[in-house]
């Protein structure tokens, strides 16, 4: 965590996540603060500068895997299963309109090249299928 102190104020300004298992931090700091000589910094942001060490395979601590609780298996799976069928749900719907408007403009084209209906008809149909597509 960086933190930028003014004043004997602190105020924490960013983290950098990682992973300690394979990483170690040796420094961290704010950087990017005033031109040397000027009353105004850089950028209107701070910078966070850190240094990191790999560490050797063999100084690694042994990774264990995560305990996860009965209950909080079952909720993420719950959640899960409802996120499949809002997204079966909202794909049918999408393909119905889908088909419809191919059907549509199917029947488009062969009335006009049939030259069956005035243009004033197909005009109308262009714009049905305008509504519509931007329920897809």
């Known amino acids: 965590m960086a933190t930028l102190c003014s004043n004997g104020t602190c105020k924490r300004i ?5 992973n300690r298992s394979k990483l170690s931090c040796t420094d961290c700091q704010v950087v990017m603060g005033k031109i040397p000589g000027q009353t105004f910094s850089y950028s209107d942001h701070m910078g966070v500068s850190t240094t990191f060490v790999l560490q050797p395979e063999n100084d690694r601590p042994a990774m264990r895997p995560a305990k996860l609780s009965k209950s909080t298996a079952k909720s993420a799976l719950e959640h899960i299963e409802r996120s499949v069928k809002a997204t079966r749900a909202d794909t049918t719907q999408k393909l119905i309109i889908w088909t419809v408007l191919t059907l549509l403009w199917c029947g488009v084209i062969v009335v006009a090249v049939l030259d069956l ?5 197909v005009a109308l149909l262009a714009s049905v299928h305008s509504a519509l597509i931007p329920l897809l």
């Open 117 to 121: 209906v005035p243009s004033v008809v």
């Open 14 to 18: 960013d983290y950098i996540f990682y």
